[in-house]
């Protein structure tokens, strides 16, 4: 891997008395932590091993620029949520990010896992369609004021050219392919049951929309008096929960596992497959041990 030009950033370290500790008070958040934040880094750097490296596979640049693109996704959300936690405020917003990194973690691993130009096609064909929807709309009001465009349109469609040409893809090529599966369906394929669908994807969903209870969770809260209306507004109170950081560090790991697999070749992968698996151990023996306190 040196021939990346990337120092490998070095995992986290905690002496005795610090792991003492956290096993007496059963608050295991400084340590997660900043395995949370090693994940992000090593995002970072997979993401940014570049197709010029001697360890890289050839590959379609389309599906380098899909996939790069999704790691780089994760790490910086993983970045952004680092902020957000770090004075223990805005677990509300966390909670969407979240999301956000399993998703693009998922369709990582999807992918790489299909290894079809197809799937590719359809994860590209899914947001291009919008883009010409939108573009259909500009073209026919330009055409209903005889051909006289604004400025905003103008850039609108040069910016919808350019996603276009850069995919590959024909414009009808992008109005024939096939949605991308569903989480559901993706998950149940990888060897996931519904249970764990239920609580990556549809319990997340409770943060992204404002259901009622995403509301009961993170935005009101019962009052202290008997006033005839039991509940008011919350603050800036909530926490990011633990569970949020090691559940998606652990999924990210094995997205960046296929990532690795994917592009790189065989001694690479190998040395960054045990790398990460190494982080995986030690976070999965800290949600156990999470889980005991």
């Known amino acids: 891997m040196s021939d990346t030009g990337f120092d490998l950033p070095e995992p986290p370290v905690f002496t005795e008395a610090e792991m003492a500790e956290c096993e007496k008070t059963g608050d295991y958040m400084p340590v997660i932590y900043e395995w949370y934040k090693y994940v992000g880094m090593m995002a970072f750097l997979l993401g940014h091993i570049m197709p010029e490296s001697p360890a890289f596979r050839s590959v379609r640049p389309q599906h380098y620029y899909i996939l790069m693109g999704l ?35 998922l369709k990582i691993i999807w992918l790489c896992f299909k290894d079809d130009p197809e799937e590719f096609n359809r994860y590209m064909g899914g947001g291009l369609k919008t883009e010409l929807e939108l573009k259909a709309e500009v073209l026919a009001n330009i055409a209903a004021r005889d051909g006289v465009s604004l400025p905003i349109e103008d850039r609108m469609l040069r910016s919808i050219e350019r996603h276009v040409q850069v995919s590959g893809l ?13 989480v559901a369906s993706m998950l149940l394929a990888l060897g996931h049951d519904r249970l764990f669908y239920v609580v990556a994807q549809r319990l997340g969903s409770h943060h992204v929309h404002g259901t009622w209870s995403s509301l009961l969770f993170h935005y009101i809260e019962k009052r202290d008096d008997d006033s005839e ?13 633990i569970d949020q950081f090691n ?11 296929g990532y690795s697999k994917y592009f790189l070749d065989d001694d690479s992968h190998k040395a960054m497959f045990e790398l990460l698996e190494s982080a995986s151990v030690k976070i999965q023996q800290l949600r156990n041990a999470i889980g005991d306190a």
């Open 71 to 105: 790691l780089n996704r994760c790490g910086r959300l993983i970045l952004a949520n680092v902020a957000l936690s770090e004075n223990g405020k805005f677990g509300e917003t966390t909670a969407i990010v979240d999301r956000c990194i399993f998703e693009a973690a």
């Open 170 to 182: 024909s414009e009808a090529e992008i109005q024939s392919v096939k949605p991308l599966r569903d």
């Open 229 to 241: 209306f039991a509940f008011g507004p919350r603050g800036h109170d909530c926490n990011t929960y």
């Open 247 to 257: 559940f998606n560090a652990l999924f990210v790991i094995s997205a960046m596992q």
